[in-house]
Structure formats: structure tokens, C-alpha cells
């Protein structure tokens, strides 16, 4: 095949080397994943992989007659740290989200109050009205 390349190659200087590759590798199928069918595993509520989880994945290769646990594989293990560092990675999100619910819940009960503090400096009486006020609370004040 390789020696089939290089003659094409060379009695041919006008394709491009990705032309050539895309044509040689025109009917090769890359993987076996590409044959299975992916609409009916979603249809049964299945992972795309059939590999990511189950029995054959999770549970050990072989078990004693004596009831011992079976060691660890390695592959589990690696499972298992990356399940931790989700987890991990889970609890960290969710506590910046209840501190940035918290801190916008805070920010908008200061800006209520910094409001309501421009309004009550605002909205003062003024001259003769607040003399007649006073002394009007005196007179009552004096009853």
C-alpha cells in the first residue's frame, strides 16, 4: 500500500498530500463506537458508552469464597479520585453560589436603606411650617 502511495505521489505532483490521504482513507472506518446506535441508547435512557458504568465496570473481577474484599483495581481507583475531586469541586460551587446569593441579598438591603436614608434627609420640613410645628407640640406638650 505504502509503495502504491508513493507511486501515486510521485507520477502525480497535482493532489495535495490531504487530498491524497482523504482519498486513500475514503472507505477505512476509524472506530467501532461510529457503528453502534446511538438513537436507540438514548431512547433507552443509556449512556453513549456502554463502557462508563455498570456491573462490568464498578463491581470487582473476582470475589473469595470466604466473603474477604477484594482489593482496589486501578482503574477503579482512578474512578473513585475523580468522583471525590467532582464532589469536591461540587461543594466548592455551591458554596461561592450561596455566598454570591448572600452577598447580592445584603447589597440590596444596604442600597434599600441608603435610599431611604437620602428620602428621609429629603423630605424635611422647611421654614414656617416647622416653626408653627414646634410650636404647636410646645403649646400641647405645655397642656
Known sequence: ?????????????????????????????????????????????????????????????YSYKDGRPTPIGVRHKTRIEKQREYAAKILQLTDEV????????????????RKQQILDRKLREKGNLLTANIVKDSTVESK
Open 98 to 113: 450561596d455566598f454570591a446569593v448572600k452577598r447580592h441579598e445584603q447589597l440590596q438591603k444596604d442600597e434599600e436603606e
Open 1 to 61: 500500500m505504502a509503495l502504491l502511495v508513493k507511486t501515486f505521489v510521485r507520477s502525480s505532483h497535482s493532489l495535495e498530500q490531504g487530498n491524497l490521504i482523504r482519498l486513500c482513507m475514503r472507505n477505512v472506518q476509524t472506530s467501532s463506537s461510529l457503528q453502534m446506535d446511538q438513537k436507540w441508547r438514548q431512547r433507552q435512557g443509556l449512556t453513549a458508552n456502554p463502557n462508563v458504568y455498570g456491573p462490568l465496570t464498578n463491581l470487582p473481577d
